[in-house]
DNA sequence: GGTAGAATGGACTGCACGGTCCAGACGAAG
DNA sequence: CTTCGTCTGGACCGTGCAGTCCATTCTACC
């Protein structure tokens, strides 16, 4: 039964765990999920091991399952505010530059791929944070259709559901690409294909009723 | 330097080696690349340790990279007839039920992607094998909208490319998904939208010119 | 049918790395 | 100022696993 929260954290014990997580995260990073050890986080962080297990009563495993999570907040964390206000093609536009400009920094290690990797399928938790992220991510694009929905830029039966999977795919498929290969081309052209298609959809609706 | 083949190969060694990459690679597929193990292939594959760096001598290392090699013609191969035919709209549809279909059944499991999180950005052969996967999997795609184009089904002026780039894009992100949900539906959802986007662009072209 | 080289078996090694333990410093609360 | 619990340091352990070595058997070729 994995509890949330170790023991009792006091004000430090806090910082610690939190310098621990971004330590750790920052060497997966680097390293790649595989290749990263502990005393690679504890060299980092300058952290012994009784903190590590202190901090994380389970181990590597518990370890990663934090930064998992911690990546995944970055993640949409990262994409706003554009991703929060896609009330017009214009912020669509810009919400487009802030995902290909985040992923092209980040280049070629993919934090979260790698990490559900590791833990993967075999853990319950690892999955649930993908998935959480999955639908946060399709929800806030859902969201964005029908904000242009409502402004009467796209057409009120337009299954936003499946459109926002689609989009989203798009952007996994041109991140996992670009990860592989370290050419941004596909995300690219995932995002504008996906967005033109989008914005096609809507043209010549603001002459229909009201 | 890494040379391409061990020493020689007689028809059992020949033979010997392939039951090693095939088993690998099936190990890999259930136990996943950072849990397995070379005593693992040696029990699926009945092999002993001399044997795997016999044919291996550049270790687990190079295992790993026959059987990304092997994984990745797989692909491929998984969807012909159908990706090397798509002259029409119904082959068009034909070989987006064999892509969803062989993820489906392939499940949770990605030989490939967790294969190169391993070996990965490190290594160079890793990376060619997945960028060379990429180019004849997008190459195949837009010769496709090519014989569309030739047949009068699509603009001659498309963007072939782009447009293979993004349904490509939409692809891995669909199976990445899959991976880590469970779900297919992104990956209908993307298939379904890029093909329906295209068949969309090709509309009402048959009173074109000619 | 003999020999050179490939193919196989399996014991052995080394060590990296996850995890445990205890001893001691620090901080909060009464 | 005492006390209790959190926090930290670092030595220590066990082992799982990649990789080595040599001895033996099989295969091809003359």
């Known amino acids: 039964m994995p509890n949330g929260t170790t023991p009792k954290l006091t004000a430090k014990g806090k910082a610690t765990r939190g310098r621990i997580v971004e330590g750790a995260a920052a060497v997966l990073r680097e390293r790649g999920v595989g290749a990263a050890t502990l005393e690679d986080v504890m060299a980092r962080t300058r952290a012994s091991k009784s903190q590590l297990f202190h901090y994380f009563p389970g181990g590597k495993d518990e370890l ?16 706003q505010p554009y991703l929060g206000r896609l009330d017009s093609w214009e912020a669509w536009q810009h919400w487009r530059d802030a995902v290909v400009a985040r992923y092209e920094q980040q280049g070629d290690q993919c934090p979260l791929g790698s990490l559900f990797h590791q833990v993967g399928r075999a853990t319950p938790g690892a999955r ?35 459109r926002a999977a689609a989009l989203l795919a798009g952007i996994q498929g041109g991140v996992s690409i670009l990860l592989s290969t370290g050419e ?14 989008l914005r096609r959809t809507g043209e010549g609706l603001a002459l229909s009723p009201r």
């Open 64 to 79: 990663l399952l934090a930064v998992a999570q911690f990546e995944a907040d970055q993640v949409l964390e990262d994409q």
């Open 128 to 162: 649930a944070i993908v998935v959480e992220l999955m639908r946060r991510w399709q929800d806030a694009l859902a969201a964005g259709m029908r904000e242009q929905q409502a402004a009467g830029r796209l057409p009120s039966d337009l299954d936003v559901d499946t």
């Open 184 to 197: 941004s081309d596909h995300l690219r052209a995932a995002l504008d294909q996906g967005i033109a298609d």
